[in-house]
């Protein structure tokens, strides 16, 4: 049986549109930030990726996540 952690996880701008603006969500050890966004179905949103943080760090998709962690994500934002 493997240990929970548990995330906060923040989401920013359209990301919140039928999901939520922070939430406290239990995962397996081992989860890295990539899974978190899938979970959310961030990888099938119209909106790609932008910035990812944790504990308000730039960190890649591949950190593996800790108890306690917070990450933070924002979509692309584009314009000009």
């Known amino acids: 049986m493997s240990e929970m952690i548990q995330v906060t996880v923040k989401l920013f701008a359209q990301y919140r549109d039928n999901r939520f603006k922070v939430k406290e969500i239990g995962y397996k050890d081992g989860t890295t930030a990539q899974d978190i966004i899938e979970d959310l179905g961030i990888h099938n949103d119209k909106?790609?990726?932008?910035?990812?943080?944790?504990?308000?760090?730039?960190?890649?998709?591949?950190?593996?996540?800790?108890?306690?962690?917070t990450i933070s994500l924002f979509p692309k934002v584009g314009g000009g």
């Open 47 to 69: 909106l790609p990726l932008g910035v990812l943080m944790i504990n308000s760090k730039h960190q890649e998709e591949t950190t593996l996540m800790r108890d306690g962690d």
